[in-house]
């Protein structure tokens, strides 16, 4: 190990690793997506819907294809300093994100009578249902498990390395994967926006 890896686990971050108030905000979003589906609003429905569909895809799209990029060049100082940051707040982030908008997607195509549609256009319904389960078993089943094994480890005194870059090799590669099927359900999206 060189010198600056042996400092840099010296000097190991003494706070806790995961900030458990950040689960304040975490209700507060999903009080609103609540309160959006009660009220049979469209509009308001419609704006949560898009607002955490924006952030969610935006924020797949810059990790897989700028984020990790970035950290695989980064030296381990700098890679851990960055990731004992970045992990925990994505632990919330995209758990929320990931769940408020699939679910007002549903409630709002409900509201706007596209889940009875017939076939064909019912097609473009379906291909949104198998992007978002797609989306949802990579994030919930790998990406928040491996989120949360590479911050535990890499909190440890002395982490294991070699398993964090295979962790992260992975978790780049399934967000990178991830930002494709963004590309394609905004696809869908502009096609439910102008006409099915």
């Keep these: 190990m060189n010198d600056v890896a042996a400092a840099t686990l010296q000097s190991a971050p003494s706070r806790p690793l995961i900030n458990w108030h950040n689960l304040w905000w975490v209700a507060a979003a999903l009080a609103v997506m609540i309160a959006a589906i009660r009220s049979g609003d469209w509009w308001f429905l419609n704006f949560v819907h898009v607002a955490t569909g924006v952030l969610w895809t935006g924020i797949d799209l810059f990790m897989g294809f700028v984020v990790g990029p970035i950290n695989r060049q980064m030296d381990f100082a700098a890679r851990r ?44 319904v379906l291909a949104a249902l198998i992007i978002t389960t797609i989306l949802g078993i990579q994030g919930i089943g790998i990406l928040l498990p491996t989120n949360v094994r590479v911050a535990l480890e890499i909190a440890k005194p002395a982490p294991d390395m070699e398993m964090v870059g295979r962790l992260m090799r992975r978790y780049i590669r399934i967000v990178a994967f991830q930002g494709s099927m963004q590309v394609a359900i905004i696809v869908i999206m502009a096609k439910f926006v102008t006409g099915l």
């Design 81 to 124: 300093q960055f990731t004992t940051r970045l992990m925990p707040k994505m632990l919330f982030l995209m758990t929320t994100l990931s769940t408020i908008t699939p679910t007002t997607g549903w409630y709002l195509a409900e509201l706007r009578g596209y889940t009875a549609l017939p076939y064909p256009q019912y097609g473009w």
